[in-house]
T-cell receptor, first 112, second 116 residues
Framework: DAKTTQPTSMDCAEGRAANLPCNHS???????VYWYRQIHSQGPQYIIH???NNETNEMASLIITEDRKSSTLILPHATLRDTAVYYC?????????????FGQGTILTVHP | GAGVSQSPSNKVTEKGKDVELRCDPI?????LYWYRQSLGQGLEFLIY????????KSGLPSDRFSAERTGGSVSTLTIQRTQQEDSAVYLC??????????????FGEGSRLTVL
């Protein structure tokens, strides 16, 4: 699976949009982009995933560049409860499910 | 159940003892994963099951670690002759094996293992 690069940490003011970038320049055509987050002392939580089109759900939006070499997770109105480690992962779809490989992620701190 | 259930939530053991950690996945999920997370570290993949078979055991750190899954449901991770470096939170996740791009993992709350 392709490697991802994320900033180590980011800050965001409560109520503002949090934009978390991820670089995956070696992504293959059959690899999806997944985002998870881990709030302190809890198991990771799925947020969203996409292949090439932008995606939106009740938690976040995922913007994938046209060349698919990078993506941005957007939390439109961050709250204090969104403080967590955010992981960007790429993984092949189709029959190659297998494991998700977690990197170090981005520590997002939402402050009042 | 509604979510992935793991037991025990906390386990303290003495060096050299064997421990068993249990994972009960979401009903109907055919894939099951074990990860571990040491204090302040990222998630380390251990093994995953598709049904009762384990196509990828590449993350098991040594032959002291083993896992099995029976009936396509409950899984047990066994650590023999525990060492202090085995201290970590052991996380289990399950997923459905469905259409392309699906298969997000649902994690349990983990089993915290402390080896004295």
């Amino acid at each position: 699976d392709a490697k991802t690069t994320q900033p180590t940490s980011m800050d965001c003011a409560e109520g503002r949009a949090a934009n978390l970038p991820c670089n995956h320049s070696t992504i293959s055509g059959n690899e999806y982009v997944y985002w998870y987050r881990q709030i302190h002392s809890q198991g990771p939580q799925y947020i969203i995933h996409g292949l090439k089109n932008n995606e939106t759900n009740e938690m976040a939006s995922l913007i994938i560049t046209e060349d698919r070499k990078s993506s941005t997770l957007i939390l439109p109105h961050a709250t204090l409860r969104d403080t967590a480690v955010y992981y960007c992962i790429v993984r092949a779809g189709g029959t190659s499910y297998g494991k998700l490989t977690f990197g170090q992620g981005t520590i997002l701190t939402v402050h009042p | 159940g509604a979510g992935v259930s793991q037991s025990p939530s906390n386990k303290v053991t003495e060096k050299g003892k064997d421990v068993e950690l249990r994972c009960d996945p979401i009903s109907g999920h055919t894939a099951l994963y074990w990860y571990r997370q040491s204090l302040g570290q990222g998630l380390e993949f251990l093994i995953y099951f598709q049904g009762n078979s384990a196509p990828d055991k590449s993350g098991l750190p040594s032959d002291r670690f083993s896992a099995e899954r029976t009936g396509g449901s409950v899984s047990t991770l066994t650590i023999q002759r525990t060492q202090q470096e085995d201290s970590a939170v052991y996380l289990c996740a399950s997923s459905s094996w469905g259409s392309i791009g699906a298969g997000e993992l649902f994690f349990g709350e983990g089993s915290r293992l402390t080896v004295l």
